[in-house]
């Protein structure tokens, strides 16, 4: 640091060139160190991001190379030569199917009412705080109100520890996460928009119906299809509910099987870490390979589900 | 829309103004006869359900219990025929005393509309009973009374089913009224403009019962798992020592809870060492420092980062974080770290949280108006100084419900914790993070792992609620006042 520091502007020397400031600039140690600092830990959190991958493609390498077709289709096994996943695709997909039948209109719906036809009254306020409290209550406190309502109140619909109680339980889990960005996107929406189709005599539900639910749309749908990649890699719940670990699916119909023994995806990951890891850590990481392929691709298709309709809208 | 010219035009001509087409009001049938109908058809009901058993009988012979398969038959035979004369906006029954189904606009309500109210009725006074109660009758009469109150209290007498399938039971409808009010030339304008105008009212309902279903979740939540954690405090075999009992072993019933908790905060403190600094780090380049160009990098690396399932990270915690860098290093201070420890999954939650802490950081910091900055430059101050003493003050309160919040996931998160960890069934009181521990969220899920053997042996099980409930207040405050924070932070700017 030098005397000419802007810091200490008692000591300035006049001229001030733009010359001399930009040699002051390089001469900034604090800041140059300050920055560094900055950078370090963003190269931090990228080798985070870097190592997990790399860990997980490293050590299912074994695994999904050698039997990379029965992984993805065998039924989980007690034999490690045996053992796959196959099962635990099958119950991700439902529940996947599940949450957008429940959650998106129902999420999509609350957003509507919060943002378009709710005056500030105290029962909005009321439904306002829930919401945004019920976004912050652990997964695995949803497993329970899963494990009272779907598992045990209603189990002669969903039999049980079922696939549907699963579906269900997750589809409240994430409907706070789709009111929200609903809400927001919706929000962003100039009211212009709207006074435009009030002008022209349309009804409230004219004008969301027209106007409003399409040019919201990218955003709602972007929350909503990530809040099913949220609802894919969650394990706690379905843990709580009563996933199984090893079930063999016998001579069933699908309906049986859709009431009956079920596991998903990051279960499975979680039943082969928790195995002795000199047998199962290779398909613990192959079973998390596909859970991240999964994700990442619903992911991929939110992105480019946004950039297609917003091109569409010509916005 | 475009169809809807046509109503347009002779409803502008009409000396009327169209909301009178909205100020039909039903000649609510009373309550009297509307209980009276509903006892002929409950009465009618177990005439079914008998019949129905008496056919079994027959059919099937002497089978023992009579099961809930008769109640479910007789439901759908009762479905089928209360729903015969839906298309002419009455039942049966209601249509011996002049009862008809009206939309909003006093018209005959569509076909969907009463399909919609009676399936909604018949879930509640019937299916509701039959599920939740299993053929107690006398829940179902306490149901019918709880119809009838909300009937008696609603302004129109309109009951729930009504209000949801946007339907008014009354005793006349009003076509003729409404042509003469509005003037339409022909039947179809007019039936438009009342569509229209039933088509928003029932939309608003549907989006309101929608937002309600939030509070509803809010209710089920509380309700479930305070009731439970109730009956774990209320159980005989409950005493209030055993939750300072050595260890936590609830098989054998020590419900120690500082075993949890030192597991808990060794957890969070960790993570939030590790998540506080570089998320911070992070949230400040990003806001102060990135050019657009390296935003785009920065970025989606840091959504990817988020997207990670949380057991990906357990399982990268004691595939990596313990093998390769706790054992290597632990080795040069003379510690000696196992494959589970607190501070490998400690950091495998700190990896989970960056993300929370960077987004909602940056967020608050890039809130902060350009004015501050600017004038901060204008006094002739650095880039350091100016994002140190000027943005990151004002974006203070953010930054706080940032590591808030990242504080209440750390507390929430199972997954790491259960896998990394290395807290099985049960866990002894353990201070050292090099050594395995348990946290209250690993324990539930332990608990939870075998809900099928624990479930009615003593008070394992309840203890799983008993737990919950704890997670779900610490975890509430916690909201809440990140929640006040936020809110504060946003009346300043």
Redesign the interface.
């Known amino acids: 640091m030098t005397a000419l520091s802007?810091?200490r502007?008692g000591k300035?020397r006049l001229p001030l060139t733009l010359e001399s400031l930009k040699r002051q600039?390089s001469k900034?140690g604090?800041?140059q160190v300050?920055?560094g600092?900055?950078?370090?830990?963003?190269a931090?959190?990228?080798a985070?991001?870097a190592?997990?991958l790399i860990?997980?493609l490293i050590?299912s390498s074994e695994v999904l190379r050698g039997q990379f077709w029965d992984f993805l289709t065998n039924k989980s096994s007690s034999d490690p030569a045996k053992a796959g996943v196959a099962q635990g695709i099958r119950g991700s997909l439902i529940i996947a199917g599940i949450v957008t039948l429940v959650a998106f209109?129902?999420?999509?719906?609350?957003a509507?009412?919060?943002e378009?036809?709710?005056a500030d009254t105290p029962l909005t306020r009321?439904?306002e705080v829930?919401?945004?409290?019920?976004a912050?209550?652990?997964?695995?406190?949803?497993?329970?109100?899963g494990?009272?309502?779907f598992v045990q109140?209603?189990g002669?619909?969903t039999g049980g520890?079922s696939v549907i109680s699963a579906g269900l339980t997750l589809a409240?889990l994430v409907?706070?996460i789709i009111?929200i960005t609903a809400s927001e996107s919706i929000r962003a929406i100039p009211s212009s928009l709207r006074e435009g189709a009030y002008g022209l005599?349309?009804?409230?539900?004219?004008v969301?119906?027209?106007q409003v639910l399409p040019a919201a749309m990218p955003g709602i749908l972007t929350g909503a299809v990530?809040s099913i990649?949220?609802a894919?890699?969650?394990?706690?719940p379905l843990?709580?509910?009563?996933a199984a670990?090893f079930y063999s699916t016998g001579f069933q119909g699908q309906l049986d099987q859709m009431q009956g023994a079920f596991t998903a995806l990051?279960m499975n990951?979680?039943t082969?870490?928790?195995l002795p890891?000199d047998v199962w850590?290779g398909h613990?990481?192959a079973a998390?390979v596909v859970?991240?392929v999964l994700?990442?691709s619903i992911?991929l298709v939110a992105i480019i589900a946004r950039a297609r309709l917003t091109k569409k809208l010509g916005r | 829309?475009s169809d809807?010219s046509t109503a347009?035009a002779p409803e502008a001509a009409s000396p009327e103004p169209p909301a009178k087409l909205r100020s039909w009001t039903p000649t609510t049938p009373a309550l009297r006869s509307r209980a009276l109908a509903t006892a002929v058809e409950g009465i009618l009901y177990l005439v079914i359900v008998m019949a129905v058993a008496v056919v079994e009988y027959f059919v099937a012979g002497p089978i023992g219990d009579f099961g809930?398969s008769n109640w479910w038959i007789g439901f759908v035979i009762m479905a089928i025929w209360q729903g015969w004369h839906w298309a002419g906006a009455q039942t049966p029954i209601g249509s011996y005393i002049d009862h008809y189904f009206a939309d909003s606009a006093g018209a005959p309500a569509c076909f969907w509309c009463i399909a919609t109210r009676q399936l909604t009725r018949f879930g509640f006074l019937y299916a509701l009973p039959i599920?939740?109660f299993s053929t107690n009758i006398v829940m179902m009469f306490v149901l019918f009374a709880v119809a009838g109150l909300i009937i008696h209290f609603t302004p129109d007498g309109r009951a729930p089913w009504d209000l949801f399938a946007g339907t008014h039971l009354t005793e006349s409808l009003a076509i003729e009224r409404s042509v003469a009010l509005a003037e339409i030339t022909k039947p179809a304008d007019f039936r438009l403009g009342r569509q229209?105008?039933a088509?928003?009212n029932r939309?608003?309902r549907?989006?309101?019962?929608?937002?309600?279903?939030?509070?509803f979740?809010?209710v089920?939540?509380v309700w479930?798992?305070f009731s439970?954690a109730w009956e774990f405090v209320a159980a005989d075999e409950f005493e209030w020592s055993l939750l300072t009992d050595i260890g936590w072993f609830p098989r054998r019933n020590k419900f120690d809870l500082a075993t949890l908790f030192v597991g808990t905060l060794w957890i969070t403190g960790i993570a939030i060492l590790v998540a506080g600094?570089?998320g911070?780090?992070?949230a400040?380049?990003l806001s102060e420092?990135a050019r657009p160009k390296v935003r785009t990098i920065?970025k989606p690396?840091?959504?990817?980062?988020a997207?990670?399932?949380?057991?990906?990270?357990?399982?990268?915690a004691?595939?990596?974080i313990s093998p390769d860098i706790l054992k290597r290093f632990g080795g040069l201070f003379g510690i000696d770290f196992g494959?589970f420890s607190l501070l490998s999954a400690g950091i495998g939650v700190g990896?989970l949280s960056?993300p929370i802490v960077?987004s909602i950081a940056e967020d608050a910091m890039r809130a902060v108006p350009r004015e501050l900055r600017e004038a901060s430059y204008g006094l002739?101050?650095?880039?350091?100084?100016t994002?140190?003493r000027v943005v990151f003050p004002a974006a203070l309160s953010g930054i706080s419900a940032a590591l808030i919040?990242a504080i209440?996931?750390a507390?929430?998160?199972?997954?790491v914790v259960?896998?990394a960890a290395g807290g099985s069934g049960g866990a002894i009181f353990e201070s050292n993070p090099s050594e395995p521990g348990q946290t209250i969220?690993a324990a539930?899920?332990s608990l939870?792992?075998g809900?099928?053997s624990v479930a009615g042996s003593g008070i394992a099980f309840q203890s799983?609620?008993f737990l919950?409930a704890l997670?779900?207040i610490m975890?509430?405050i916690?909201?809440?006042f990140s929640?006040a924070i936020v809110r504060r932070f946003r009346q300043v700017y």
């Open positions: 802007p810091d502007p300035t600039r900034d604090f800041g300050f920055q600092l900055l950078l370090f830990s963003v931090i959190a990228f985070m991001v190592t997990v860990t997980v050590d209109p129902v999420g999509i719906g609350a509507i009412y919060l378009e036809y709710a009321l439904i829930t919401v945004r409290n019920l912050g209550v652990p997964s695995i406190v949803y497993g329970l109100l494990l009272a309502v109140g209603l002669g619909i520890s409240i409907l706070p009111i005599g349309a009804t409230q539900w004219e969301i119906r027209t990530l990649a949220r894919l890699g969650e394990a706690a843990l709580v509910i009563g670990a990051p990951v979680a082969f870490a928790k890891a850590a613990a990481a998390s859970v991240l994700v990442f992911n | 829309m809807t347009q809930l599920l939740a229209r105008v088509e928003n939309a608003r549907i989006m309101l019962l929608a937002g309600l279903s939030s509070v979740i809010s089920l939540i479930n798992i439970e600094p570089i911070l780090g992070v400040i380049y420092y920065v690396m840091i959504e990817t980062l997207s990670i399932p949380s057991v990906v990270l357990g399982f990268f004691i595939a990596f494959i990896i960056v960077a002739g101050a650095r880039k350091a100084t994002a140190l919040v209440s996931r507390i929430g998160e199972t997954m259960f896998i969220t539930m899920a939870g792992a809900t099928d799983l609620y919950g997670l779900f975890t509430l916690l909201n809440v929640d």
